[in-house]
């Protein structure tokens, strides 16, 4: 029930386009509270002096614990304060962090690490394989942005630096999966509440924290020693502004320097890239989004045939003003089963007319169902005038979010938006919860044995180049079957001051601000 309901934030997050709520808790009781003065530019525009930087996030945080993180945004936040045992690179590969070098055993149940020495938290406390062992039981217990912390069984403290992961079962991508653990310190955990620790968050990462005013700010401090060299900026502001206008004029006037995810909008990015004091760059987001048909109702031959009614090119200039990017599959370029040799279904009104009358399916009238949001609406109207130009009656029928997922569990529709948070570096993270007959997420309805059969192989097959090859297959069948109509990937939209450097994404969409510098 908890996945559940976690994946039920984690769509209405990935279907509204907002990262998490806002908080009107009171401030914690914090020694490590500063100034909250920030260096500006001087009348020359001259940042060189500069080690401070203001960033503008788009929603406030509901929680600090990093176990238990809402939102791709908090995400990000948070990788800048922990570390886990693995990180992955700009291309998606493993490499080391709070492990130096790892062994598995041949049969993939078994992982051990061994521990980077020497380093410390936060607040002072050295980094052993008892905060490993607390932090990954909690993983497996706690999380659920984690999608396959389902694998993990036990964790085993070999000596003071070493410990051994156990797995319920092989899991090819669990490296992959790893670096979402965050190693969090057990003493300062166990010496308070859970609510007081998501407040108050200790880690061994780049920043401490220093700071939370509700409603305005979040302070982090660079900590002078960090394991892997101090930091250049020593002072980050995160402030939370919701209107996109407004982020833009502090983007524009430098009272900020650098906004990403919520706090942009199409709109807001293109008047951005007129700016020549701000540079700007796009790349494919983390969210998948499509129009997902119930199998359980509406056959094979009519799902092809409204596959060829839409017009997708139309509808992301018309919900994202062009800014997202086309797939017709729910991977992109590198990821494990990512393919093109397969069978497309082309904007085509004329085909779709014959598939339609050839399946008996004339004057077709099906209700749209989505949860209540302006991008909802704009595609649920663009579907209806699209799909009448076949001859299809589309009904639209926004309802409150919660009543959406309800009729979601309950089978209750003919078609509906769908969206998923990626993982790139995981394919098992998506494909399974979507198209299994057993996914948490199989919101077309999907009873297919052959996926079924491929989606189990591909989890506990250790070889990656197997998983391609299987994935590709069930890419193969799922367009085949025409399921779902892919629409776009979100676009990863940034805007910073045009004297930042080292302003660049890693391969899970992450900023890590120990690589930017005036």
């Known amino acids: 029930m908890k996945r559940i309901l976690a994946l039920v934030l984690a769509l209405t997050m990935c279907l509204s386009l907002a990262a998490c709520g806002s908080s009107d808790e009171t401030t914690p009781t914090d020694t490590n509270q500063t100034d909250n003065t920030t260096t500006t530019p001087d009348e020359t525009g001259d940042n060189t002096n500069r080690d401070d930087m203001t960033v503008i996030l788009g929603a406030e945080f509901t929680t ?14 948070c990788t800048n304060i922990f570390d886990g045992l693995v990180a992955l690179d700009e291309n998606g590969q493993v490499v080391p962090k709070l492990a130096t070098d790892w062994v ?49 069984d036990s964790c085993d403290i070999v000596d003071d630096y070493t410990v051994t992961i156990n797995l319920k079962y092989a899991y090819g991508n669990f490296l ?58 020593k002072k980050l502001t995160f402030n939370f502004i919701s209107d996109t206008n407004t982020a833009l004029v502090a983007l524009e006037t430098g009272e900020a320097d650098l906004a990403f ?20 760059d796009s790349t494919v987001g983390n969210s998948f989004y499509f129009v997902n048909f119930n199998s359980n109702r509406i056959s094979k031959e009519v799902r092809q045939a409204l596959s060829y009614a839409i017009d997708r090119d139309a509808i992301n200039t018309l919900v994202n003003e062009g800014t997202g990017y086309l797939g017709d599959i729910p991977l992109v370029e590198g990821q494990e089963g990512y393919t093109t ?20 399916a004339d004057g077709l009238t099906l209700t749209f169902y989505y949860g209540e949001s302006a ?36 089978g209750n529709y003919d078609v509906s938006r769908g969206g998923y948070p990626m993982e790139k570096a995981n394919t098992d993270s998506c494909y399974y ?28 097959e250790l070889d990656s180049a197997k998983r391609d090859e299987i994935y590709v297959q069930v890419n193969q069948i799922l ?15 940034i805007v910073y001051n045009k004297d930042l450097q080292g302003v660049k994404a890693d391969s899970t969409q992450n900023y890590q601000y120990k690589t930017m510098h005036w």
């Open 341 to 360: 040799d397969i069978t497309t279904y082309e904007y085509n009104p004329e085909k779709a007319k014959e598939l339609l009358s050839a399946a008996g």
């Open 433 to 460: 919860d979507m198209f299994h007959s057993t996914g948490t997420f199989n919101v077309s309805r999907i009873n297919n044995p052959e996926i079924d059969t491929l989606l189990d192989e591909a989890r506990t």
């Open 176 to 233: 992959n999966m790893l670096w979402y653990c965050a190693i969090i310190d057990s003493d300062h955990y166990s010496s308070m509440s859970e609510e007081e620790f998501a407040r108050n968050p200790v880690g061994t990462g780049p920043f401490k924290f220093a700071e939370w005013t509700p409603a305005q700010h979040v302070v982090l401090e660079a900590n002078e020693e960090y394991w892997d060299g101090a930091p250049q900026m």
């Open 375 to 410: 991008d909802n609406s704009k595609l649920g109207q663009a579907l209806q005038s699209q799909l009448a130009n076949v001859g299809v009656t589309l009904e639209l029928e926004p309802v409150e979010n919660g009543t959406w997922w309800a009729t979601f569990e309950d």
């Open 64 to 77: 600090l614990d990093p176990q238990k993180l809402p939102a791709v945004a908090d995400i990000n936040f």
């Open 261 to 280: 995810g919520t706090s942009l909008s199409a709109t807001t990015f293109q008047q951005a890239q007129q700016n020549e004091s701000l540079a700007t």
């Open 104 to 152: 598995a055993s041949e049969d993939g149940l078994h992982y051990t690490f061994h521990l980077r020495e020497g380093v410390k938290f936060h607040n002072g406390n050295d980094f052993t394989a008892d905060d490993v062992k607390l932090s990954v039981e909690r993983f497996r217990d706690e999380s659920w942005m984690q999608f396959a912390s389902f694998a993990v």
């Open 479 to 493: 367009t085949e079957e025409a399921y779902f109509i892919p629409l776009y990937f979100s676009a990863s939209m």
